[in-house]
């Protein structure tokens, strides 16, 4: 057995794992914050997405033993208050999910898409980031509208851009 101390979501949370435990495994079922969803096992889907330490990672590849000490959002931690977050609130006004099972892997990615690139989007820009997020539902259409809805939202202060509590 292995101790990991992590922030999840701003709360500081300690347990006794294997140190085989992928973080996904560690966020769906020590944790309970079964957001974060395992499509692949292989890094490809993306539905696996969190932020560690204010970047997107895929948590299925992910020791949880490896990133001890960091700080984890997972799709639950983006909302604030009982308000949805900016990106969220443009995913279900611009339909940008079907099934909903890569969603929160599409969210994860979208706010780290206009952390590191800003509120102003393109279509195109968009698209190739999403590389690595797979939806076997949909054509991308609305989640691209949706993407672009949020970063102009998130530029406009309607809310923060929130990651874990610092």
């Not at 973080?23 to 292989?42: A, K, M, P």
């Not at 889907?45 to 970047?55: E, N, Q, R």
């Not at 009982?82 to 279900?92: D, N």
């Amino acid at each position: 057995m292995a101790t990991v101390s992590l922030t999840v979501n701003g709360k500081a949370v300690t347990a006794n794992i294997d140190p085989r435990t992928l973080l996904v495994q560690f966020l769906r079922e020590n944790l309970r914050l079964t957001g974060t969803h395992v499509g692949c096992d292989t890094s490809q889907c993306g539905a696996c997405l969190v932020h560690l330490d204010g970047k997107a990672v895929k948590s299925c590849t992910t020791l949880a033993v490896a990133v001890d000490g960091a700080s984890v959002t997972t799709i639950e931690g983006l909302a604030a208050d009982g308000a949805l977050h900016p990106m969220q609130e443009a995913f279900r006004e611009h339909h940008g999910l079907q099934c909903g099972f890569c969603t929160p892997g599409m969210i994860m990615s979208a706010v780290d898409m206009v952390n590191r690139r800003g509120h102003q989007l393109d279509e195109k820009t968009i698209r190739e980031d999403l590389d690595g997020n797979i939806c076997r539902c949909t054509g991308y259409h609305n989640i691209v509208k949706a993407i672009a809805a949020g970063a102009e939202a998130m530029g406009k202060g309607t809310a923060p851009v929130r990651q874990a509590a610092e």
